[in-house]
């Protein structure tokens, strides 16, 4: 479990790959430096497990599954990417809860300056924007933001300028690809309420059956 606050990132310095996957390896000097092999760090809002680590260096498993369904699989040498380990119990909660299983990838859409500010127009399928509100919030490369617009296509954010100096949103222009995670929440009310809408059109046909309406 992570909450989407980035604490910095890091550089892939190779990708092998391999049957049913590949290994990624980066640099991360902080996360390194705290990381034990079997501990779990999101990259791009990706949850992975560290399976070794030397000095400042650390690798990863990546599957088939993740390559294709990710923004991983385009990943090249040289390339920063969001790092977060995950919580533990003395950890500050400061974003939303982020379980790193990264729901599908967006497309950037259109970036509009607003002062020191940016907005980003983020192009998303309906399985992210049927859990998007305004003001709620989503998972960006891991980085946990709100949204400011539900769109049909997808949604806006604002990035001010300390997420885009710290992350790779800072970067990223149109037509990039960027991991969405919805809130977690979200999904849990949404499956509650369809069940009761499925209970309730039940008893209604059993009313309707009965002749009692």
């Given at each position: 479990?992570?909450?989407?606050?980035?604490?910095?990132?890091?550089?892939?310095?190779?990708?092998?790959?391999?049957?049913?996957?590949?290994?990624?390896?980066?640099?991360?000097?902080?996360?390194?430096?705290?990381?034990?092999?079997?501990?779990?760090?999101?990259?791009?809002?990706?949850?992975?497990?560290?399976?070794?680590?030397?000095?400042?260096?650390?690798?990863?498993?990546?599957?088939?599954?993740?390559?294709?369904?990710?923004?991983?699989?385009?990943?090249?040498?040289?390339?920063?990417?969001?790092?977060?380990?995950?919580?533990?119990?003395?950890?500050?909660?400061?974003?939303?809860?982020?379980?790193?299983?990264?729901?599908?990838?967006?497309?950037?859409?259109?970036?509009?300056?607003?002062?020191?500010?940016?907005?980003?127009?983020?192009?998303?399928?309906?399985?992210?924007?049927?859990?998007?509100?305004?003001?709620?919030?989503?998972?960006?490369?891991g980085i946990s933001l709100t949204v400011v617009d539900v769109l049909k296509d997808g949604f806006t954010i604002?990035?001010?300028?300390?997420?885009?100096?710290?992350?790779?949103?800072?970067?990223?222009?149109?037509?990039?690809?960027?991991?969405?995670?919805?809130?977690?929440?979200?999904?849990?009310?949404?499956?509650?309420?369809?069940?009761?809408?499925?209970?309730?059109?039940?008893?209604?046909?059993?009313?309707?059956?009965?002749g009692y309406i």
């Open positions: 479990m992570f909450t989407g606050l980035i604490i910095g990132m890091g550089e892939i310095t190779a990708i092998k790959r391999r049957s049913g996957g590949a290994v990624l390896f980066l640099k991360a000097d902080e996360t390194a430096l705290s990381a034990n092999i079997g501990d779990s760090i999101a990259i791009n809002g990706v949850c992975l497990t560290a399976v070794s680590k030397k000095d400042n260096l650390i690798s990863f498993d990546l599957s088939d599954e993740t390559l294709r369904s990710t923004n991983l699989g385009s990943l090249k040498t040289g390339d920063r990417v969001n790092l977060e380990p995950s919580l533990t119990p003395d950890s500050r909660i400061g974003g939303h809860f982020v379980t790193g299983h990264v729901d599908s990838a967006g497309k950037i859409k259109a970036k509009k300056n607003l002062g020191d500010m940016v907005k980003i127009e983020i192009e998303a399928p309906s399985k992210i924007t049927d859990y998007l509100v305004e003001k709620g919030s989503v998972a960006v490369d604002i990035i001010i300028p300390h997420t885009a100096k710290l992350t790779t949103i800072g970067f990223k222009n149109i037509g990039d690809t960027v991991n969405l995670e919805a809130d977690i929440l979200g999904k849990y009310v949404a499956k509650f309420l369809n069940k009761e809408k499925d209970k309730d059109a039940g008893f209604m046909k059993t009313l309707r059956k009965e």
